[in-house]
T-cell receptor
Framework: DSGVTQTPKHLITATGQRVTLRCSPR?????VYWYQQSLDQGLQFLIH???????AKGNILERFSAQQFPDLHSELNLSSLELGDSALYFC???????????FGQGTRLTVV | GIQVEQSPPDLILQEGANSTLRCNFS?????LQWFHQNPWGQLINLFY???GTKQNGRLSATTVATERYSLLYISSSQTTDSGVYFC??????????FGPGTRLSVLP
């Protein structure tokens, strides 16, 4: 158990819908990263939050947004979903920027 | 940005064999990690190794930061070692960049 909790584990939804993925970092970790892994692909960086502030954006679509709340949990919002958004979405947490990262179990999103 | 390469892309072994996986990176890093993604999709931390050598059971890793590469050694492989092995690096002030992975299949 990495200590990073992601919910839900699985999500099936229709095209055009909106979903919210949730991540609770390890206790005391201030940094949260979101990654997307499409089928048989590598991990693509989406966005990074540190102590509630957005610190970096990767190739995140405009239809996607995220935030980190005062209790340090983070949510990734995906809207106007397309078939191509089907993927594993991971979050990771670190105590400080760039230190050892621990990943959650991921949310497997299927858009039908 | 920093580029990360891994080799070989695919590896098939018989149970009990040894293997070496390589990760090359294009710039100085302040963090390097190895992960194992099992067939269920979970990413499992193997090593946090920005430099030096570490061992954990049948696995060991070495990072030579000055030459910009890291090696992951798997000895006496087991079927449960199957999956994809990723290295990920952090360049100072940047975010984790993952390599494309090495897909390992260990046959009984």
């Amino acid at each position: 158990d990495s200590g990073v909790t992601q919910t839900p584990k699985h999500l099936i939804t229709a095209t055009g819908q909106r979903v919210t993925l949730r991540c609770s970092p390890r206790s005391g970790d201030l940094s949260v990263y979101w990654y997307q892994q499409s089928l048989d692909q590598g991990l693509q960086f989406l966005i990074h939050y540190y102590n509630g502030e957005e610190r970096a954006k990767g190739n995140i679509l405009e239809r996607f947004s995220a935030q980190q709340f005062p209790d340090l949990h983070s949510e990734l919002n995906l809207s106007s979903l397309e078939l191509g958004d089907s993927a594993l979405y991971f979050c990771a947490s670190t105590p400080l920027w760039g230190t050892e990262a621990f990943f959650g179990q991921g949310t497997r999103l299927t858009v039908v | 940005g920093i580029q990360v390469e891994q080799s070989p892309p695919d590896l098939i072994l018989q149970e009990g064999a040894n293997s070496t996986l390589r990760c090359n990176f294009s710039d100085s890093v302040n963090n390097l990690q190895w992960f194992h993604q099992n067939p269920w999709g979970q990413l499992i931390n193997l090593f946090y190794i920005p430099s030096g050598t570490k061992q954990n059971g049948r696995l060991s890793a070495t990072t030579v930061a000055t030459e910009r590469y890291s090696l992951l050694y798997i000895s006496s492989s087991q079927t449960t070692d199957s999956g994809v092995y990723f290295c990920a690096v952090v360049n100072y002030g940047q975010n984790f960049v993952f390599g494309p992975g090495t897909r390992l299949s260990v046959l009984p």
